[in-house]
């Protein structure tokens, strides 16, 4: 059965306040390595260097700064009480994840991806009081030294069904032929194409294995 691969951040795991407060603390890092100080140009420049690179630190080396994902990490997430990056239980943001852990014990081949560590997915699930089932795995884009070359991603891996809420992540993987992607977002239609689908409830997932 091919892999069926599911974001975490923005699909799994839908907090939009817990996303913000990891992009602010993201936007310091790249503040502070490039030293922008002027609160005009604090927020605009390291969100376009993100929207435009995929991930801070990648931007940072490709501006030619030394910049240290192991640093990063220690930054943006472990220099922080879990409480105040993760926030408060929210009953829509739990009740979404369990549908999605549910949908998985249906899956052989599961597989979570994350740009953050490993630990961001057990600090949510430890805040949220669930648990990934036993079979799936967990991979970050850290783990693939991802920074050389973000879309390298799709070649180093083995092709499956990839569950994204980026256009930018899908329309990457389109261009691969061992590549299924599916757009994820509450309200939309869901849609089978030949290139790319798109749901908008968990549960449609099993369709499409
Ligand atoms: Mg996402």
């Not at 949908?103 to 648990?131: C, F, G, Q, R």
Request: charged fraction near 20%; charge should be negative; proline fraction near 3%.
């Amino acid at each position: 059965m091919r892999i069926t691969y599911i974001d975490f951040d923005g699909v799994i795991f839908q907090n939009k306040e817990a996303a913000n407060r990891v992009g602010t603390r993201c936007s310091q890092f790249f503040n502070k390595t490039v030293g922008i100080d002027n609160e005009k140009y604090q927020g605009s420049i390291s969100n376009k260097m993100y929207q435009t690179f995929g991930h801070t630190v990648y931007a940072l080396k490709k501006l030619g700064y030394e910049a240290c994902s192991d640093q990063f990490n220690t930054h943006v997430y472990k220099n922080v009480d879990p409480k105040k990056l993760v926030g408060d239980v929210d009953d829509n943001t739990r009740k979404t994840m369990k549908e999605w852990y549910n949908v998985m014990t249906e899956l052989d081949n599961v597989l979570i991806y994350t740009d953050a560590p490993h630990d961001w997915i057990k600090m949510v699930n430890e805040t949220y009081s669930l648990e990934l089932p036993d079979h799936v795995r967990v991979i970050s884009s850290q783990d693939l030294g991802y920074y050389k070359c973000q879309w390298e991603a799709y070649t180093m891996l083995p092709g499956g069904v990839l569950i994204d809420d980026s256009l930018r992540n899908i329309s990457t993987a389109s261009e691969y032929e061992t590549w299924k992607p599916v757009i994820f977002g509450q309200g939309l239609h869901s849609f089978t194409g030949d290139k790319v689908s798109m749901i908008s409830s968990p549960n449609q997932v099993i369709a499409l294995n």
